[in-house]
């Protein structure tokens, strides 16, 4: 068997990399010699944040990647965020660390099974949200993301049916603020799935003038008691125009990176997850990519991103159709 298809078993390169190696400083020679850009999600490691071209949200991050013209994408998060890549940048190679990143949420909703679940639930809008893999997008009428999903879910006439998917918690509290009769996958994030109410509360008596802020995947009780709710990005943005210097923070713990570099005079303290003793919330999927393996991703070019061009045609059309729905939020 050839190495190649050893690393294609293993879902990335696996090579031992001689001791001593400067691996920021190969990754940074990489990158010039090959045009390529390194895009890192909010929940990607300190480190791997710091020496990215771009920060941001799953959506910012291929669109982003779209403007650009480098050769090459290394989009360090999970696997459908490189999909997402892949589909609005089909001419540029797009590559992420690790295969093996997947997503709970996406891996919630395969598409054969939602195609069935649209198939008994004739005459409905689909709208999905962009944590999905190319496939489901594929049978989409409209993406969203957490931004914008309140904006497109009230700009869809009263008069049609909607079908949402894949997150239950997200679509129940958009059904909440839309007053809309939604059809809702049974789908979750493990990460926001997890949150633990009790602990929230307990945290608020050690931190009593902390805010609480939380993102829309988590579950209702959680949200109930949050003074924000809001996409990964739009708490970032939260803390540091409102007028407190304490949160409380019930998303991936990745961000409070971000939110410490944004704000450094203020604390934020990670929501605790009910399964476990340790104070942060860690997606397990998003901790896979480690400096060695962008360095070997980038070295190699492996393990590259392709979306079928059958399917990229279609699933860019719901994506498209986001844009026009939300305003073109990320265009301005």
Not at 3 to 22: C, N, R, Y
Not at 27 to 44: G, S
Not at 134 to 160: C, G, Q, R, W, Y
Not at 231 to 243: C, E, I, M, P
Request: aromatic share 8%; hydrophobic share 40%; charged share 25%.
């Amino acid at each position: 068997m050839n190495i190649h298809s050893e690393w294609l078993k293993k879902g990335f390169v696996d090579e031992t990399i001689p001791a001593g190696v400067d691996l920021i400083g190969a990754i940074k020679k990489l990158k010039k010699e090959k045009n390529a850009l390194l895009m890192a999600h909010y929940y990607q490691k300190n480190e791997i944040q710091d020496i990215a071209d771009f920060v941001g949200d799953s959506l910012a991050l291929a669109w982003e990647a779209s403007k650009t013209n480098a050769d090459i994408i290394l989009l360090s998060g999970v696997l459908f965020m490189g999909e997402t890549a892949k589909i609005l940048s089909p001419d540029k190679k797009v590559l992420i660390p690790d295969f093996n990143a997947g997503c709970s949420l996406a891996d919630s909703c395969p598409a054969d099974a939602f195609e069935k679940f649209i198939k008994q639930h004739p005459g409905h809008t689909v709208v999905t949200y962009v944590n999905t893999t190319a496939d489901v997008k594929a049978l989409s009428d409209i993406v969203v993301t957490s931004t914008n999903a309140v904006k497109i879910i009230n700009s869809i006439p009263k008069n049609e049916k909607i079908i949402f998917g894949p997150d239950r918690n997200l679509g129940n509290y958009l059904q909440s603020i839309s007053g809309r009769d939604m059809v809702i996958w049974d789908g979750a994030c493990h990460v926001h799935e997890k949150f633990s109410v009790e602990k929230i509360v307990d945290l608020k008596k050690a931190y009593p003038e902390a805010e609480i802020i939380a993102h829309p995947e988590c579950k209702k009780p959680v949200l109930t008691i949050a003074d924000f709710i809001g996409s990964t990005a739009s708490l970032l943005k939260y803390t540091q125009t409102a007028n407190c210097n304490q949160f409380i923070v019930a998303t991936e713990s990745g961000i409070l990176h971000q939110m410490q570099l944004a704000s450094k005079g203020k604390t934020f303290i990670p929501a605790p997850p009910s399964d476990s003793t340790c104070g942060c919330n860690d997606c397990e999927f998003m901790r896979l990519n480690t400096l060695e393996k962008i360095y070997l991703t980038l070295k190699h070019e492996y393990p590259e991103v392709i979306v079928d061009e059958n399917i990229r045609v279609k699933a860019i059309k719901p994506i498209e159709r986001m844009f026009e729905l939300s305003g073109d939020l990320l265009k301005k």
